[in-house]
């Protein structure tokens, strides 16, 4: 069974920073482009970053530019999302999700079929 597990959430201050796990168990992330994204109370859920199974493509939203930095250990089948700098408006549930892809990732949420429960963030003095 495909399943995707996200920690590291938590309460940080603003400027502080956080590194999210997504943790794959039951298929090869080798093969899989994996995509941060983020929601809100009362918001769409929106991407925030990707990355190809590869490694040789990597996205990033505009808002998170030079702040986060997306990386992922094949070894340990586990993708990270480095969260420095971060802002109030960086609240929100972040979710990790996967879809078979080596050389490209996807910016639009409907490009992938399998989802993790969420970690909360919480930006706030």
């Known amino acids: 069974q495909l399943q995707l597990v996200e920690s590291g959430g938590g309460l940080v201050q603003p400027g502080g920073s956080l590194r999210l796990s997504c943790a794959a168990s039951g298929f090869t992330l080798d093969y899989y482009a994996i995509g941060w994204f983020r929601q809100a109370p009362g918001k769409e859920r929106e991407g925030v970053s990707c990355?190809?199974?590869?490694?040789?493509?990597?996205k990033y939203a505009d808002s998170v530019k030079g702040r986060f930095t997306i990386s992922r250990d094949n070894a340990k089948n586990t993708v990270y999302l480095q969260m420095n700098s971060l802002k109030p408006e960086d609240t929100a549930v972040y979710y990790c999700a996967a879809v078979r892809s080596g050389y490209v990732c996807y910016e639009h949420k409907d490009a992938y079929g399998y989802w993790g429960q969420g970690t909360q963030v919480t930006v706030s003095s």
């Open positions: 990355i190809s199974g590869s490694s040789y493509n990597t």
